[in-house]
Nanobody, 120 residues
Framework: QLVESGGGLVQAGGSLRLSCTLS????????MGWFRQAPGQEREFVEG??????NTWYSDSVEGRFTISREKNTAYLRMTNLKPEETAVFYC?????????????????WGQGTRVTVSP
C-alpha cells in the first residue's frame, strides 16, 4: 500500500515536500516515481528514483526545482518555486523495474494521490 501526504495550498514561488510511504512490501525492491494530473489533463511523469537511490530521472519542466529522494520505506518529492500551472493531484507509484520507468504502465502500485494547489 502506498500512502501520500504533504499536499496543500501554497503561493506561487513557494515550496512543499510530498511523502510517500510503502507498507506491506519491501521498499528496496521498487523504483519509485511521482506523477501528477492536472484538471482535464493526462497523468504525467514528474520524477523518479531507482531502487538503489543512485539513479534519478526527471521531467524537463521540473529540472532544478524538484528533487526526489528515498529513505527507509518512504519516498519524498521536494518541490520549490512552484507555479500556478502546476496545480494538480500528485501520485506516487512503485515499479519493479530496475531503473526508472517514465511510463505509468510500468508502475504496478499507486497511491491515492495528494492535491497540490498553487495560488498566483
Amino acid at each position: 500500500q502506498l500512502v501520500e501526504s504533504g499536499g496543500g495550498l501554497v503561493q506561487a514561488g513557494g515550496s512543499l515536500r510530498l511523502s510517500c510511504t510503502l507498507s506491506g512490501r519491501t521498499f528496496r525492491n521498487y523504483a519509485m516515481g511521482w506523477f501528477r494530473q492536472a484538471p482535464g489533463q493526462e497523468r504525467e511523469f514528474v520524477e523518479g528514483v531507482s531502487w538503489s537511490g543512485i539513479n534519478t530521472w526527471y521531467s524537463d519542466s521540473v529540472e532544478g526545482r524538484f528533487t526526489i529522494s528515498r529513505e527507509k520505506n518512504t519516498a519524498y518529492l521536494r518541490m520549490t518555486n512552484l507555479k500556478p500551472e502546476e496545480t494538480a493531484v500528485f501520485y506516487c507509484a512503485a515499479s519493479t523495474e530496475q531503473l526508472v520507468p517514465k511510463d505509468a504502465e510500468d508502475y504496478g502500485y499507486w497511491g491515492q494521490g495528494t492535491r497540490v494547489t498553487v495560488s498566483p
